[in-house]
């Protein structure tokens, strides 16, 4: 039984996954859609290491990255991957610290005094 529930678990984690990864993808079409903007590094970066992995490179790199920089520009912070990681059905794919990382950027812009969220 505990060997089913785990397969149940691990499963579950790897559609959480593989639908942030869609979810990525989707952030990019966005914003080349509503704001002309067209990320090509970090499209090749989600395509060569998955979109989970990805956003766990940005988070850990220091400061703003020029892709968020660019949707804060254009008004649509809501398109960026630090929109996507805080939204609660992608938590248990991001550790408590990159959670942080991601509210802390996104209120440093006004994100949630905007209600752009």
Known sequence: MNTQMSKNKIKSHKDVENIFHRA?????????????????RFIQMVQN????????I???TPGFQYGFTELWQCGCLRLTMEALVIQPQYAALFTQEEIEITRTRLEECGYFSNNES
């Open 24 to 40: 990525m993808i989707g952030v990019y079409e966005s914003a080349l859609r509503e704001c002309r903007y067209n990320a090509t």
């Open 49 to 56: 290491h998955g979109g989970v992995e990805s956003a766990k």
């Open 58 to 60: 940005l988070l850990h």
